[in-house]
């Protein structure tokens, strides 16, 4: 059941790129978080999904619920972009969200 | 920005000692989470807590953890004889309910020695 898979692990880009980041899960959800963890530690929320698409800036994150597959995109990358994305879920039944081991994304200038 | 607080940022303690680490959930939110992550590895559950008792807890929440909400505001852990393998990070979070986002507390390092 707690299988959530992140791809890739590492992404390097050139600043400026457009990067995507994709999340598969095993089983139905109620909900997904895409995550933003920087180096010190602290673990930021960027968004919460259950269908379709949300947009807050440079960020995009999509979900399709009948592929099981949800897709975080960084427009016009930055270097300050550089942190571990993370993709969690939360299944049909219980409230507790289960994490993925996230992407490692570093741009460079 | 309402802020999830989380105190102390680093504890070291020696195995077997009661540790307890705080959290000040965002006031008008109603369910409290304890994660936490292990260097190098993923966040993983560790209990959620909505009115005032456990509403779910993961295989790593046994006997010797435990949460309260003691006072309204704050919002604690404690691990009651630590071990070596519960060095972590631990992260505290709070929603306004179970269809809205989490805010995270900036966590708290815990290195048992």
């Known amino acids: 059941k707690n299988e959530v898979e992140q791809s890739p692990q590492n992404l390097t880009a050139q600043e400026g790129e457009f990067i995507t980041i994709n999340c598969s899960y095993s089983?139905?959800?109620?909900?997904l978080h895409w995550l933003q963890q920087h180096p010190g530690g602290g673990i930021v929320s960027l968004f919460m999904?259950?269908?379709g698409k949300k947009k807050h800036g440079r960020l995009i994150a999509t979900i399709n619920i009948q592929e099981k597959h949800s897709s975080l995109h960084i427009t016009a990358s930055h270097p300050r972009d550089s942190a571990v994305y993370i993709c969690a879920v939360r299944y049909e039944t219980g409230n507790q969200f289960y994490f993925g081991t996230g992407t490692s994304l570093t741009v460079i200038p | 920005e309402p802020e999830v607080t989380q105190t102390p940022s680093h504890q070291v303690t020696q195995m077997g000692q009661e540790v307890i680490l705080r959290c000040v959930p965002i006031s008008n939110h109603l369910y409290f989470y304890w994660y936490r992550q292990i260097l190098g590895q993923k966040v993983e559950f560790l209990v959620s807590f909505y009115n005032n008792e456990i509403s779910e807890k993961s295989e790593i929440f046994d006997d010797q953890f435990s949460v309260e909400r003691p006072d309204g505001s704050n919002f604690t852990l404690k691990i009651r004889s630590t071990k070596l393998e519960d060095s972590a990070m631990y992260f505290c979070a709070s929603s306004e309910g179970t269809s809205y986002g989490y805010t995270f507390g900036s966590g708290t390092r815990l290195t048992v020695v």
């Open positions: 089983v139905g959800i109620s909900a």
């Open positions: 999904l259950s269908s």
